[in-house]
Nanobody, 125 residues
Framework: QVQLVESGGGLVQAGGSLRLSCAAS????????MGWFRQAPGEERDFVAA????????FYAESVKGRFTISRDNAKNTVSLQMHSLRPEDTAVYYC??????????????????WGQGAQVTVSS
């Protein structure tokens, strides 16, 4: 069992930056592939980025490549999402998720067993 708590959301102007953090408690997060998803009002929950357990390989949605960076600090049991060049279409609730020793289908939300409560990110034009 692992508990996830996001922080760092807020309001930012287009072109600005924000950094989201996800603190994991319970079992050590180093054995979990960690993902970030987002959900805008009336939309489905979409994959944003993932970082694997072990090798820390990273994967990104096409819409955020080159603008967002996912990273992890296993010593602190945290995962971060650094977001640059934010656009109004990035506005959503961002969720941190964890999947135990997952090696495939990083973009599939159903592969993740544990979820945080979400953090609102609003980008104004």
């Amino acid at each position: 069992q692992v508990q996830l708590v996001e922080s760092g959301g807020g309001l930012v102007q287009a072109g600005g930056s924000l950094r989201l953090s996800c603190a994991a408690s319970g079992r050590t997060s180093s054995s979990y592939t960690m993902g970030w998803f987002r959900q805008a009002p009336g939309e489905e929950r979409d994959f944003v980025a993932a970082i694997t357990w072990g090798s820390s390989n990273t994967f990104y949605a096409e819409s955020v490549k080159g603008r967002f960076t996912i990273s992890r600090d296993n010593a602190k049991n945290t995962v971060s999402l650094q977001m640059h060049s934010l656009r109004p279409e990035d506005t959503a609730v961002y969720y941190c998720a964890a999947a135990y020793r997952m090696n495939t289908y990083y973009s599939k939300s159903e592969q993740y067993a544990y979820w945080g409560q979400g953090a609102q990110v609003t980008v104004s034009s």
